[in-house]
């Protein structure tokens, strides 16, 4: 198994660019199902998770062509199974992304439950509920889910989301932009990738508004077609780039950036005391210009405060003088990275969804795991700036969502090897 051996770094310094969006991308290409004609994606980052959304693709009868400038074709016209196998779905939670197209553009699926990152219960209740309003009955088994549009395929409905899930209001989106009259999502997710897909689809020739707000209207169409598209950047490690700079005192220019994606992370960096300007050239971030000083965050669904930025947040609150608060409202067990925090010397207390850190302390160099994707970022972080070595192990939660991690840190400046045990 890999690991990542970090050293306690000089601050980090220089330009870093960022990838294409992996919470984007992997929806666009479960869309690419719905036109029956090739589509083109271009910016996509080389991940695990893209390359499971491929197999899986490719597993339904599609042919993908990626190429080497992440330039990526998919031809879904010779799809012959509507059928995702264990193998496949259980590796990503993203992969039940592919049910709404497949329902969409044929009428039924079935889809094993979606693996990925264990933070919380994660279940799929809202996708289901929203396929059932279309007019679909759902099956649900004990390790697969299973749906029929009714007869005459989908219908557009009025669906009210309990929570604004991201991949609920995804999967009905395409769910229903085939359906036979218009559909409403009330309550439904703002984030920047529902309005990527969006865009997406609407080029392809779907009929979608008020994407960004939560009531998206879905004005069912006949056929659609292919498209090219170039996906947004990513938000989140463009968010973990600002916090490197900030945990190691650093100077960093983020390039290919959209400022107002990271509006949330960088107004509470800047109330830390970080320096953080939009330039000609991209995010200028400088952790050691101030006297930084504790803040408080409490994560919410967009534009408040990124729930996958919380732990390399926490990491950062470590290393600032004084008491702070992390409140996570999103997932009910995302504090995992709390016990490998504190077993580098951080001092960190929950209590339910709720994180008290007293910041300041040197961190020290420990094995610890990365205990999902972001966490395994956050122990990154922690470790560049904690003294000796911090050996961290379950990296391929890391490689799953950061395209050329160790190569974008050591570009930096930073102490990162990647290592086969
Ligand atoms: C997406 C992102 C993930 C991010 C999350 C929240 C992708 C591939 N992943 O995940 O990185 O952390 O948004 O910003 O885009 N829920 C239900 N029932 C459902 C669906 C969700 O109760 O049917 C709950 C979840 O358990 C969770 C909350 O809603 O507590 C948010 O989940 P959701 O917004 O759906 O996250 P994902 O789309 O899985």
Same mark, same amino acid.
């Given at each position: 198994?890999?690991?990542?051996?970090?050293?306690?770094?000089?601050?980090?310094?220089?330009?870093?660019?960022?990838?294409?969006?992996?919470?984007?991308?992997?929806?666009?290409m479960a869309a690419a199902i719905l036109p029956g004609e090739k589509c083109r994606i271009r910016e996509v980052p080389r991940l695990l998770d893209v390359t499971v959304m491929e197999d899986i693709l490719k597993s339904l009868g599609g042919e993908i062509d990626f190429q080497p400038d992440g330039t990526l074709d998919i031809d879904m016209s010779q799809m012959n199974t509507t059928k995702?196998?264990?193998?496949?779905?259980?590796?990503?939670?993203?992969?039940?992304?592919?049910?709404?197209?497949?329902?969409?553009?044929?009428?039924?699926?079935?889809?094993?439950?979606?693996?990925?990152?264990?933070?919380?219960?994660?279940?799929?209740?809202?996708?289901?509920?929203?396929?059932?309003?279309?007019?679909?009955?759902?099956?649900?088994?004990?390790?697969?889910?299973?749906?029929?549009?009714?007869?005459?395929?989908?219908?557009?409905?009025?669906?009210?989301?309990?929570?604004?899930?991201?991949?609920?209001?995804?999967?009905?989106?395409?769910?229903?932009?085939?359906?036979?009259?218009?559909?409403?999502?009330?309550?439904?997710?703002?984030?920047?990738?529902?309005?990527?897909?969006?865009?997406?689809?609407?080029?392809?020739?779907?009929?979608?508004?008020?994407?960004?707000?939560?009531?998206?209207?879905?004005?069912?169409?006949?056929?659609?077609?292919?498209?090219?598209?170039?996906?947004?950047?990513?938000?989140?490690?463009?968010?973990?780039?600002?916090?490197?700079?900030?945990?190691?005192?650093?100077?960093?220019?983020?390039?290919?950036?959209?400022?107002?994606?990271?509006?949330?992370?960088?107004?509470?960096?800047?109330?830390? /005391?970080?320096? %953080?300007?939009? =330039? !000609?050239?991209?995010?200028?971030?400088?952790?050691?210009?101030?006297? +930084? #000083? &504790? *803040?408080?965050?409490?994560?919410?669904?967009?534009?408040?405060?990124?729930?996958?930025?919380?732990?390399?947040?926490?990491?950062?609150?470590?290393?600032?003088?004084?008491?702070?608060?992390?409140?996570?409202?999103?997932?009910?067990?995302?504090?995992?990275?709390?016990?490998?925090?504190?077993?580098?010397?951080?001092?960190?207390?929950?209590?339910?969804?709720?994180?008290?850190?007293?910041?300041?302390?040197?961190?020290? /160099?420990?094995? %610890?795991?990365? =205990? !999902?994707?972001?966490?395994?970022?956050?122990?990154?972080?922690?470790? +560049? #700036? &904690? *003294?000796?070595?911090?050996?961290?192990?379950?990296?391929?939660?890391?490689?799953?969502?950061?395209?050329?991690?160790?190569?974008?840190?050591?570009?930096?400046?930073?102490?990162?090897?990647?290592?086969?045990?």
């Open positions: 198994m890999a690991k990542f051996l970090v050293q306690k770094s000089e601050p980090l310094y220089g330009e870093v660019h960022v990838s294409g969006a992996k919470n984007s991308v992997l929806p666009l995702v196998e264990y193998e496949l779905a259980s590796k990503m939670r993203a992969s039940f992304m592919v049910m709404g197209p497949l329902l969409a553009k044929t009428g039924h699926a079935k889809v094993y439950m979606p693996g990925g990152c264990t933070i919380g219960a994660r279940p799929v209740d809202l996708h289901l509920k929203g396929f059932e309003a279309l007019g679909a009955e759902v099956i649900v088994r004990e390790n697969y889910v299973e749906a029929h549009a009714g007869p005459d395929g989908m219908i557009g409905a009025s669906i009210y989301l309990d929570f604004p899930s991201v991949g609920a209001t995804e999967n009905i989106m395409m769910a229903a932009v085939l359906a036979d009259g218009v559909t409403y999502i009330e309550n439904a997710a703002e984030e920047p990738e529902i309005v990527d897909l969006a865009n997406f689809l609407n080029k392809m020739g779907a009929s979608i508004k008020g994407a960004g707000t939560d009531t998206i209207k879905i004005e069912g169409v006949k056929s659609l077609k292919g498209t090219a598209h170039t996906v947004i950047p990513d938000r989140i490690e463009t968010g973990t780039f600002m916090l490197a700079a900030a945990i190691t005192r650093g100077e960093m220019m983020i390039k290919n950036i959209v400022p107002d994606h990271v509006r949330a992370i960088a107004a509470k960096l800047r109330e830390c /005391g970080v320096v %953080v300007e939009l =330039t !000609d050239e991209g995010l200028y971030v400088n952790g050691g210009m101030n006297q +930084l #000083v &504790a *803040t408080d965050i409490k994560t919410l669904p967009y534009p408040g405060f990124p729930t996958d930025i919380q732990s390399p947040f926490m990491a950062f609150l470590t290393t600032v003088e004084g008491a702070s608060t992390v409140i996570e409202t999103v997932f009910e067990n995302r504090f995992m990275h709390v016990a490998e925090l504190n077993r580098m010397g951080a001092n960190i207390r929950t209590q339910g969804n709720r994180a008290m850190i007293q910041g300041g302390k040197q961190l020290e /160099g420990a094995r %610890v795991l990365a =205990t !999902d994707l972001r966490a395994g970022a956050a122990m990154v972080l922690a470790g +560049l #700036v &904690a *003294t000796g070595t911090t050996e961290i192990s379950k990296i391929y939660h890391v490689e799953r969502g950061y395209e050329d991690f160790v190569e974008k840190f050591r570009s930096l400046g930073a102490n990162i090897l990647r290592i086969e045990d």
